[in-house]
């Protein structure tokens, strides 16, 4: 069989020049002192909008960067881009990348250095496919969130909280900063719905929550781990500041408005707090925290005991 020779003739190549003009994709065909010597319409719109010329790839990202079209800068600055370009622009025979347009569209570069040095690139539109993967990682995202967040309040919910407390004492163990916990029950919850109804228990949760919130400091972390409980995280300091801050929250605890706009609902709480000491895990220092809080309820509510290592329980330090 005889092998197929490719041998084109000028009406050949003058058919591939007309496809390449109506293919959609963007072509473009630079010399070795990279002056643009051929471009395609699709190319032509991306980069070339009202110019005159020079045609040199770096004038052409000036006039486009000048003009507010072409490729999108991220820092703005158009010579650092083409400085950081122009040294890689033939280090490679052949290499692909993504590059995205200031009008919203992404284009799969084909970037082909050829034997005589000159660079031809074949852009191919995948605006769509990015579209496409922005929405499914915006849905897994929303997912994620969904998996760890509590409906009721916003705030992380049992799973999730559990797990950055095994973060925090993982991190607490490597840097040696300090790690606080805190379980914290709404004191008398159950006689809000008894006598208000759930909406107005779920009225108080959502109040506690947000009140919570404003209160804490970047890096803290509240997570309800059950009806009226939750658990409290505050990395980064020990128990009398820890101590403080609940003293702090709860002294200025502003009551709960209830569904029906009339009622406002005092909200007390009691907090089991303990610190994390070197050997503790997830059991051991939610232990302490445990029986701290249900020391604080058997003594009136409305108060914080302190869970210490022997198993022993403390009030809380004095103010400062």
């Not at 009406?11 to 020049?17: D, G, M, N, Q, Y």
Request: hydrophobic fraction near 40%.
């Amino acid at each position: 069989m005889q092998p197929f020779l490719s041998d084109p003739d000028d009406e050949t190549l003058r058919s591939i020049v007309e496809a390449l003009a109506d293919s959609g994709q963007a072509v473009s065909l630079y010399d070795a002192e990279d002056n643009l010597r051929y471009a395609n319409e699709t190319y032509r719109g991306m980069f070339l909008r009202g110019y005159e010329g020079p045609f040199t790839f770096s004038d052409i990202l000036r006039h486009g960067a000048a003009n507010g079209f072409g490729v999108r800068i991220d820092d703005g600055d158009v010579e650092a881009l083409i400085a950081r370009t122009l040294p890689r622009r033939r280090t490679s025979r052949r290499k692909s990348f993504e590059t995205d347009l200031l009008d919203g569209r992404w284009f799969w570069i084909e970037h082909t250095v050829l034997p005589n040095g000159w660079v031809m690139t074949v852009g191919t539109d995948v605006s769509a496919l990015k579209h496409s993967e922005k929405s499914l990682r915006q849905a897994h995202d929303a997912a994620l969130l969904a998996s760890r967040t509590d409906l009721l309040t916003g705030l992380p919910n049992r799973r999730y909280i559990l797990e950055l407390l095994d973060e925090a004492l993982s991190a607490g163990r490597l840097s040696g900063a300090g790690l606080c916990a805190a379980i914290i029950d709404i004191d008398r919850f159950k006689l809000v719905n008894d006598t208000y109804g759930h909406e107005a228990g779920d009225a108080v949760l959502r109040h506690f929550a947000q009140v919570f919130r404003d209160k804490l400091r970047p890096g803290d972390h509240l997570g309800r781990i059950g009806g009226e409980e939750f658990l409290l995280l505050l990395p980064d300091v020990r128990l009398n500041d820890a101590a403080r801050l609940l003293d702090g929250i709860r002294s200025g605890f502003a009551p709960a408005m209830l569904p029906d706009q009339a009622t406002r609902r005092p909200v007390a709480f009691s907090a089991g707090l303990t610190e994390a000491l070197p050997q503790d895990d997830r059991s051991t220092i939610l232990y302490r925290a445990d029986r701290a809080v249900y020391a604080a309820k058997a003594e009136g509510r409305n108060c914080t005991r302190i869970g210490l290592e022997s198993g022993t329980l403390a009030p809380p330090p004095a103010g400062p």
